[in-house]
């Protein structure tokens, strides 16, 4: 467990681009095209060799409750092909982020990787397209960036550079809207508490100044990006805020839990412990805002992505 635990995998965005892409049929964003971490992996890792997983129960337990909407499909997910990703596609990795030495960590897909899968993914779809209509795809899709937990919870700290050059290259490659994701309270996740226990179990304050000072930094960068760049829009996406209102209020969304999660005990598993533990999983994950140790549920998620549609992404909705 001690590798898992370390994994940030969040779902926050997972629930927004499935919103974004039910918005995209009145089509001023002909595509979503996603990097990033668990919190937008559709299924990546499903196809590689790591622990960092939950293509098993008790995940996926509540989701045909959602309805039949459309999701990102996982580039790598054999399922799919150029004529579905056309529209849509996540490169996301569970467990990685900005750091290649973070992929490292439970051998997942760098986001350089997931820059070359991306780069291969133009090529397709020049072929399926031609060329001038991919060109359109790519100028005039959304980019969505949802990645950074785990450079803290598994790596400590990164470098600013880093995300820079990233930013920087999907801009020669084409792209011009994109959203660059902040990190939530991650002090707050059920797991940091569990490990304050001699203070009360309280959010570990020291990782919620982490994460306000890294999106701090964040919110720089875009305001350069967009000052240096030409004809570039990008937004900064900063769940923080409405994330702490719901751990600071529950109650006032409906939620009754906001400390423990739903899965296993609640404490400290997530992927194959909160299969081992299913039977002690709640029944209502409605009522918890976390889903396993590091996941907010899908209610906290639709809240959560509501509000950055709301604020930030309706400039491309
Ligand atoms: C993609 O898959 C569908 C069926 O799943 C198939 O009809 C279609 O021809 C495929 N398209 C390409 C470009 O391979
Ligand atoms: C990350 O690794 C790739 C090779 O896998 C390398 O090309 C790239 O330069 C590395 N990035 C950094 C910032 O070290």
Redesign the pocket.
């Known amino acids: 467990m001690v590798f898992i635990h370390r994994t940030w995998v969040l779902m926050i965005l997972a629930e927004f681009v499935i919103m974004l892409m039910s918005r995209t049929t009145e089509a001023k964003v002909p595509a979503v095209i996603v990097f990033g971490d668990s919190s937008v992996d559709a299924g990546n890792n499903n196809q590689i060799p790591t622990v960092a997983r939950s293509n098993f129960v008790p995940y996926g337990r509540d989701f045909p409750a959602f309805g039949l909407r459309p999701i990102v499909p996982a580039y790598l997910d054999p399922m799919y092909n150029i004529s579905d990703f056309a529209v849509g596609v996540t490169f996301a990795s569970a467990g990685s982020g900005y750091d290649?030495a973070t992929s490292d960590v439970l051998s997942v897909i760098?986001l350089?990787?997931e820059l070359d899968y991306y780069k291969e993914y133009q090529r397709k779809l020049k072929a399926y397209l031609g060329e001038a209509k991919a060109k359109i795809v790519i100028k005039e899709a959304l980019y969505l960036m949802s990645l950074g937990t785990n450079d803290f919870l598994e790596n400590y700290y990164t470098m600013p550079d880093?995300r820079n050059q990233f930013t920087v290259d999907q801009y020669q490659l084409g792209a011009r809207k994109v959203s660059v994701g902040g990190l939530p309270p991650m002090g707050c996740m059920p797991l940091e508490r569990t490990t304050n226990l001699f203070n009360g179990y309280e959010c570990m304050e020291e990782y919620n100044m982490v994460a306000l000072s890294f999106n701090n930094k964040l919110s720089g960068l875009v305001n350069r990006l967009n000052k240096e760049l030409k004809g570039i829009q990008v937004v900064f996406s900063n769940p923080y805020q409405v994330f702490l209102g719901l751990l600071k209020k529950p109650s006032s969304y409906g939620f009754v839990e906001a400390e423990t999660a739903c899965c296993a005990t609640g404490m400290f598993e997530m992927g194959y412990a909160c299969s081992r533990l299913r039977a002690l999983s709640c029944e209502d994950a409605d009522k918890y805002i976390f889903w396993d140790a590091f996941h907010p549920t899908q209610r906290t998620s639709r809240i959560i992505s509501d509000h950055l549609v709301k604020t930030v992404l309706h400039k491309f909705l």
Do not use: D, F
């Open positions: 290649n760098s350089s990787r880093r």
